[in-house]
């Protein structure tokens, strides 16, 4: 992969929702380009890639259960993100 994955794409990514040659051209392609390494790298993207999740499955879903279960999810993975930084 020359060009710099689109948005959709890296939040694929970070979720590992890519197929594996999908996934292997973004590796590739993080080792050269250093604008999409950082946006990666950054929590920001994190952050960014939770919310979406997060109205995704609100929209998707009127199950509460569900909606509280992915809420935990989400705390889940802030708190980790922020034990990190
Ligand atoms: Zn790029």
Not at 56 to 84: G, H, K, P, Q
Request: negative net charge.
């Amino acid at each position: 992969m020359s060009e710099c994955a689109s948005s959709f794409q890296m939040m694929s990514f970070a979720r590992g929702d890519l197929g594996r040659s999908a996934t292997q051209a973004i590796d590739a392609h993080i080792e050269t380009c250093q604008t999409c390494a950082a946006a990666i790298a950054e929590s920001d993207v994190h952050e960014r890639l939770v919310e979406a999740l997060r109205e995704s499955e609100a929209s998707r879903c009127d199950n509460e259960n569900a909606v509280a279960m992915f809420e935990a999810a989400r705390a889940a993975i802030l708190a980790a993100l922020l034990d990190r930084s």
